[in-house]
């Protein structure tokens, strides 16, 4: 079990659907994380929010849209997506910086994402 | 590219044997982290090593690190079947925060 809870756990969705990711955690941690898994590839950064303020954005397509309405939530708005964007989707949250204050991430178990 | 490189890329060994798995990276650090991840799931911490460290132990597992070298193993010893999974050393990056970036991993099979 972890304590980021992700759901749903499965989405399939079609392409000029909107739908939405959440991601959830009562650690009291200050940095959430959205990645990207491909299937035999290792996860890519998509966003970072730290201090509930977008930090990082790895260029990601509009289509997928962060937020992060409170220091517990993270959201990932879902619109015009693409069979390619088919993955799962991991939520992370650490206590601060990783590199810089030694905090470890704490994934979630990701949602399984089908584009039809 | 400067995310940690884990080397090798698939690993292969009997249940009871012991798994080395090596990280190299390319700039200066404050501290190294390993993660796993089984089949199809998220990922879980396992250990990390800060700078100043030389060697840390977690149960069967024992990392090292080498600044000079810029290199940090895994030893997962006395192996099992559950260890089968996805191993990482992701590097952080730019001087932005929370970048911490994914290399491929070492995929371990552990037969039994």
Same mark, same amino acid.
């Given at each position: 079990?972890?304590?980021v ?6 989405l ?30 290792p ?12 930090s ?11 937020e ?5 939530l ?26 810089r ?12 994402l089908?584009?039809? | ?8 890329q ?7 044997e012991?798994? &080395?798995?090596?990280? @190299?990276? =390319?700039t #200066?650090?404050?501290n190294?982290?390993?993660? *796993? ?5 998220g ?14 132990h ?5 990392? &090292?690190?080498?600044? @000079?070298? =810029?290199s #940090? ?6 192996s *099992? ?8 050393c992701?590097?952080?990056?730019g001087?932005s925060?929370?970048?911490l970036i994914f ?10």
């Open positions: 079990d972890t304590e809870t992700q759901t749903p756990k499965h399939v969705m079609g392409m000029t659907n909107k739908k939405s990711l959440k991601c959830e955690q009562h650690m009291g941690h200050r940095a959430m994380y959205w990645y990207k898994q491909k299937a035999k590839k996860p890519e950064l998509m966003f970072v929010y730290s201090y509930e303020k977008l990082i954005n790895e260029s990601v397509p509009s289509r997928f849209s962060p992060c309405p409170n220091s517990s993270l959201n990932l708005h879902l619109h015009a997506l693409q069979p390619e964007d088919s993955a799962l989707y991991l939520c992370a949250s650490s206590q601060d910086d990783p590199e204050y030694n905090s470890p991430l704490h994934f979630g178990n990701g949602t399984r089908t584009v039809t | 590219s400067q995310q940690g490189e884990e080397d090798p698939a690993l292969s060994i009997q249940e009871g012991n798994a &080395t798995m090596n990280c @190299s990276y =390319k #200066s650090i404050n190294l982290q390993w993660y *796993r991840q089984n089949s199809g799931r990922l879980v911490h396992l250990i990390l090593i800060r700078s100043n460290e030389r060697e840390k977690s149960g069967r597992l024992r990392v &090292t690190l080498d600044t @000079s070298k =810029k #940090s193993s895994l030893l997962i010893t006395a *099992r079947a559950a260890d089968t999974a996805s191993y990482f992701p590097r952080g990056y001087g925060q929370g970048n290399g491929k991993g070492t995929k371990l099979s552990v037969k039994p």
